[in-house]
């Protein structure tokens, strides 16, 4: 290379503005990775997201929200009534949304895993243990939801703090 065309490399080098193109962002733990384990990951947690999302909004708290006998039965049994009841099937409702809802999809499935919790308990001591192994089954799959998509809950956490 000649001294000439050097000098022009070097001055244009050192004329040109440098910019930050590339972005750099840690994979998250949904599998955001490239490749097909990570693609399948996020499908699957998406889809239990959603399956999650129907069983807690309809099939749990469409019941309670309209008083189906099963579900004033149960109330009655633990002393809650109707309160309870309209209480619990509209967390259920909204916590179904909320997981759909990628903002709020961490901080919905951490309040299921508080929900199933207390169902456990409720169940165990109050109503003889029948179907207490239901809420066990969905705490690893909530908490791997909540676990997955704590990001969310950073940047909703980051969104608040700004806002105040």
């Known amino acids: 290379m000649s001294a000439t065309a050097t000098t022009v490399a070097d001055a244009t080098t050192a004329t040109t503005p440098r910019t930050a193109t590339t972005r750099t962002t840690k994979p998250t733990a949904a599998g955001a990775g490239a490749g097909p384990r990570g693609r399948v ?48 099937g509209a967390l259920e409702l909204l916590g179904g949304i909320a997981l759909l809802i990628p903002l709020l999809s961490s901080l919905a499935a951490t309040a299921f895993v508080g929900l199933m919790i207390g169902a456990f308990i409720v169940t165990v001591t109050a109503l003889g243990g029948e179907n207490a192994a239901t809420p066990l089954v969905l705490i690893p799959f909530l908490a791997w939801i909540a676990w997955a998509r704590r990001d969310r809950t950073v940047e909703l956490i980051a969104r608040l703090r700004a806002r105040s």
């Open 41 to 88: 990951t996020r499908i699957a947690l998406r889809t239990l997201q959603v399956l999650f999302a129907v069983f807690f909004g309809v099939a749990s708290g469409v019941p309670k929200l309209i008083a189906h006998p099963t579900a004033v039965e149960s109330f009655d049994k633990l002393g809650w009534g109707a309160p309870g009841m309209y209480t619990i």
